[in-house]
């Protein structure tokens, strides 16, 4: 069920089906129309739709129509004529000795048959003469009147026609069931009427009636079981779409999309104008009396174009209903909402104490009042005066306390920009501004105490390590001279011989380990001084590389460098420059997986320095660059290397405190690192 549900061929079968099977409908039930006037076999039917009673009908009822109009708007009685002169004009005839009144014929409605009916109307009692013709001879347009294919006559009392359906006896038939079509209404007028022969190219109403007639003449029983299975077939797809829509396959919810957050009205009126516009293009057509060939496309461009928009509409109103959100999406419910929330806020405002928004709306309402007030009493020169003096006297305290707002802010931007000693003076202000003030202090002497506080603890974690250090410097200078002094002796026992080498070795890391700490420690206090100046950063480079080239090459280590041809000169402390190389170089023989290369690239531009070193770890880093960073962390967790974990952050405030960047990256094995100094311009 869910594959038929999500079906998207399924969806646009029944899209492209239903249009089609409407407009089966549509004929159908006006066949089912002719046929039920006459009977269910060709026999009984009209050999066209001409001689059908349903074209009678209608040119009777057009006939009538006028005439009653006629009789209603234009009395036989000069004197109380009231005209109704936006349908007829009177125009000169010489040969005509009565009054001719003359309509033009209007075809913005010649999609039905009675635009395309020439009649001649006499008033016997006037001799008015009525009509939508021009003609310089009336009386030969009345002779000529047998001599047209398709003809209705009305004099003295009897009717001469072409039109079988509204002889003489089918009237008489027609009055008996319908007052309407009674030949009463035609008392004391002469009408002389004719179908046009450009109905038989140019209405589209004519030519559909005419296709819809021939077609059930033949198949006279077709409407009875066409309406049958195309209703069905309608209501079995409308209710499928209806299941179906907003179901798409690997979505478990009903998804909205741009036109379905479309404000409903909004989306309802382009539908509904698209649909004017297209039904305008057949009116259109039709004034120009477009032949039918082409007035045929635009009917069937304006019924498709109208069953897209709708079925845009459509989907997107089921699929609005089936994800409850079909009133959420007028623009009216969210104008209500607005106004609901807007409300609910301003009353929390309001009854908030102490809060500065309920203040604001206070004095905003007593402003109004009060304007609304004084503009009463401006019949007055006083009353004048007043209002300007309260308008400016309201845009002063205003502007005041504007300028105190101002005071507060440029307060707390202090205080953002790392300013702690601000301090603001409470007795210049009043109500919330006041506490606002008074908050603010509080803040910035906490900063301060704060601030005094992590120096003063900084201090005392730097004289710590540094008396620390300097209580093991001592005992351990003298192991490593004694070390040195029993290294010197000849000593002739293997065993001997490598312990003084274990203790030699662990006494060196010792030693490096202590000097990292203290470095560490006067980087992080700012107790370094910088001897700046220019240094060739090739050289520098080149000179590390070949320090380090025994433990590369232990390592097997094959250096794939890139450096310029031209010397790269940065202005720096060269001492911790070197620091920084030899720490990151230092890294890389301890922790670079043998028998891989290390990449080293130097790098200018117009606005930068760059360093970058990379290498593939011996181990997989399961840890974050910044967890890397921090001091005494390693990326060996087992600590099978050497290393304080300290070179990496002392290599990083080291840079930092030269105006660079330190930055590393991890991706699996590979690490590394970028250095970044900016030219000044």
């Not at 606002?436 to 390590?465: H, P, V």
């Amino acid at each position: 069920m869910e594959k038929l549900r999500e079906s998207v061929a399924l969806k646009c079968l029944c899209y492209v089906l239903i249009p089609i099977f409407f407009l089966i409908l549509i004929i159908s039930i006006s066949g089912v129309y002719i046929t039920s006037q006459y009977g269910n076999s060709n026999e009984n039917m009209a050999q066209s739709f001409v001689d059908s009673e349903t074209f009678g009908e209608q040119y009777l009822d057009s006939i009538i129509s006028e005439v009653k109009y006629i009789k209603n708007n234009y009395p036989t009685n000069e004197e109380e004529t009231s005209a109704d002169y936006f349908r007829y004009s009177q125009i000169d005839v010489d040969n005509y000795d009565k009054k001719v009144y003359y309509k033009a014929p209007d075809y913005y409605y010649n999609s039905v048959l009675y635009s395309y009916i020439s009649y001649i109307i006499i008033d016997e009692q006037t001799g008015n003469l009525y009509t939508n013709i021009k003609s310089k001879d009336y009386n030969n347009e009345i002779l000529n009147v047998q001599n047209q294919k398709i003809y209705w006559i009305y004099e003295n009392q009897n009717i001469t026609t072409s039109i079988d359906s509204v002889n003489q006896d089918n009237v008489k038939y027609l009055a008996a069931t319908n007052s309407y079509y009674s030949i009463d209404n035609l008392e004391n007028m002469k009408v002389y009427t004719w179908l046009s022969e450009e109905a038989f190219n140019y209405s589209n109403y004519f030519v559909i009636q005419q296709t819809i007639y021939d077609f059930f003449q033949k198949s006279p029983n077709a409407p009875a079981y066409l309406i049958f299975i195309t209703t069905i077939a309608l209501v079995a797809m409308i209710v499928y779409l209806c299941w179906a829509i907003g179901h798409e396959q690997g979505k478990k919810q009903i998804e909205l999309n741009r036109i379905d957050r479309l404000s409903y009205e909004i989306l309802f009126s382009v539908v509904m104008f698209i649909v004017g516009l297209l039904m305008s293009l057949v009116v259109l057509s039709a004034e120009l009396r477009a032949n039918q060939k082409i007035i045929i496309p635009v009917v069937l461009l304006e019924y498709l174009g109208s069953y897209v928009a709708f079925s845009v509409l459509f989907v997107s109103t089921v699929k609005r209903i089936k994800a409850k959100q079909f009133w959420h999406t007028f623009a009216i419910y969210r104008i209500y909402n607005w106004i609901k929330r807007t409300i609910k806020y301003l009353f929390e405002k309001i009854t908030d104490k102490g809060n500065i928004t309920k203040k604001i709306i206070i004095v905003y309402v007593l402003f109004i009042i009060i304007s609304i007030i004084l503009v009463g009493a401006l019949g007055s020169f006083l009353g004048f005066v007043l209002l300007m003096a309260f308008w400016f006297g309201t845009l002063y305290l205003l502007i005041q306390y504007g300028k105190k707002l101002t005071m507060i802010q440029n307060a707390l931007k202090e205080i953002y920009d790392g300013k702690p000693d601000v301090h603001l003076n409470e007795e210049e202000l009043v109500g919330v501004l006041k506490r606002m003030a008074e908050y603010i202090n509080d803040i910035a002497g906490g900063f301060t105490n704060a601030i005094e506080q992590s120096l003063k603890s900084e201090r005392l974690k730097t004289e710590l390590i540094t008396n620390v250090s300097h209580d093991i410097k001592t005992p351990l200078t003298s192991i490593i001279n004694y070390v040195d002094l029993l290294k010197k002796e000849d000593i002739k026992d293997a065993k001997i011989e490598q312990y003084i080498a274990i203790l030699d070795k662990k006494s060196q890391r010792l030693k490096k380990l202590i000097e990292d700490l203290v470095e560490a420690s006067k980087v992080s206090s700012g107790n370094v001084k910088l001897n700046i100046e220019r240094i060739n950063l090739k050289e520098l480079l080149n000179q590390a590389i070949g320090e380090f080239e025994d433990r590369f090459q232990k390592k097997n280590l094959k250096i794939d460098l890139d450096i310029p041809k031209t010397d790269i000169i940065i202005e720096a402390d060269n001492r911790y420059m070197y620091r920084i190389i030899d720490n990151l170089f230092s890294n890389i023989s301890k922790y670079a997986m043998e028998n891989t290369r290390v990449y080293i690239r130097l790098q200018k531009s117009d606005k930068f320095i760059e360093v970058e070193m990379k290498n593939i770890s011996a181990t997989r880093l399961n840890i974050s660059a910044d967890e890397l960073m921090q001091r005494f962390v390693r990326g060996d967790k087992s600590r099978y290397t050497e290393g304080s974990g300290l070179g990496l952050s002392i290599a990083e405030s080291l840079t930092e405190m030269q105006g660079g960047s330190f930055k590393i990256s991890i991706d699996g094995d590979l690490f590394k690192v970028l250095l970044k100094w900016n030219i000044d311009t």
